[in-house]
């Protein structure tokens, strides 16, 4: 299908990654309505950073995932839904692991009961990399084992089977993107990769971190984006699980100290215990195989490669260093 003349609705707009998804679909010329989280100062979260020019191209949508009502209310007269509403502080799962059930598993059966009730067609849902846990062989293909090491990953693991649960017994239009750990611009302090720029930026003398021998597939926000746009395009991929993911594999440790390098510093690293998972829930080799993903699409990132992840965190430390971003951030202190 092409997205095209299409009114298409993003849950979880307010986000990182939605919010920029929100932006890439508007400038394409797409009709968005935008489902933010409601909140009592009517923050539309990063979408109140966008242009002048994207917010008044906007239907903003304030609600809650978990009200199945208001869901169908923000889907009504929709055509596409592109589902990236969700609890994802894998931190915070420990927490208030409840939470996650709701409006991981709840809101993505919200969706899927409502496509199903007012015909959309499509629906894309965003899974994660860490469904799979710490890596049995790499790279990592779709038919990898499905691991919940954290109660994050747990509340992943069963939303993505509600959603092709509804493709497989109703027709639901479904197509789950399965993006390995995405990067850039906006991202939460409490991801690695800002974590540490901001620690430099603000002129800490040591970086703290948690473990640093893990490795991970970093994807640039942009190529998240594109391969979005590309799944709801893609016929041929409905009822199926897609990796995106750059095919780069690298360390914690490696990445702070690349970071360190294009900053300018060179910083000893401290290990956190605050930060330290519990040992069996520690998600040790994430490496994506997303040879799926170019044959149904032709999709290839961007920012893929050793040198592209280098030009990625090049991209994302110039938008952090910039006072008014780095404003937003406390280095000081773990936020869950």
């Known amino acids: 299908m092409d997205l095209d003349g299409k009114t298409i609705l993003v849950t979880g707009a307010d986000g990182f990654i939605g919010s920029h998804l929100v932006e890439h679909l508007v400038r394409r010329g797409c009709r968005v ?26 239907d903003v949508f304030a609600g809650d995932i978990r009200d199945p009502h208001g869901v169908r209310t923000a889907m009504t007269g929709c055509d596409v839904v592109l589902h990236l509403a969700a609890l994802i502080a894998i931190p ?10 709701d409006t991981n598993i709840k809101g993505t059966l919200n969706v899927v009961q409502a496509a199903r009730a007012l015909d ?21 293909t779709e038919a990898h084992p499905l691991q919940g090491q954290s109660p994050y990953s747990a509340s992943k693991i069963g939303a993505d089977q509600i959603a092709l649960s509804f493709h497989a017994a109703f027709g639901v239009p479904v197509t789950v993107i399965r993006p390995f750990n995405t990067y850039g611009p906006r991202q ?8 540490i720029i901001t620690q430099i930026a603000q002129g800490a003398t040591e970086l703290r971190l948690g473990a640093i021998h893990p490795t991970r597939d970093f994807s640039h926000v942009s190529d998240t984006v594109e391969g979005f746009v590309r799944l709801a395009e893609c016929d041929a991929a409905l009822g199926q699980v897609v990796n995106v993911g750059s095919g780069f594999e690298i360390s914690i440790g490696d990445t702070a100290a690349l970071i360190a390098r294009v900053m300018h510093r060179d ?9 330290l998972r519990p040992a069996d829930s520690e998600v040790e080799r994430l490496w994506a195989d997303a040879s799926l993903m170019r044959a149904l699409t032709g999709w290839s990132p961007r920012f893929g490669g050793a040198d592209g992840f280098a030009l990625g965190l090049a ?12 404003a937003r951030y406390d280095a000081s202190r773990y936020a869950l």
Request: charged share 25%; net charge negative; glycine share 4%.
């Open 33 to 58: 309505r935008a489902f933010v989280q409601y909140n009592s100062f009517g923050s539309r979260g990063w979408l109140d950073d966008s242009p002048a020019d994207i917010r008044a191209e906007l």
């Open 120 to 140: 959309v067609e499509r629906v894309v849902h965003t899974s994660t990399s860490e469904v799979y846990g710490t890596a049995r062989f790499v790279p990592i």
């Open 92 to 101: 915070y799962s420990y927490h208030s692991p409840d939470t996650y059930v």
């Open 188 to 195: 939460s302090a409490r991801a690695v990769i800002p974590t």
């Open 267 to 275: 910083l000893p690293i401290r290990c956190d215990d605050e930060r």
């Open 315 to 326: 991209d994302t430390i110039d938008w952090f260093t910039r006072p008014g971003n780095l």
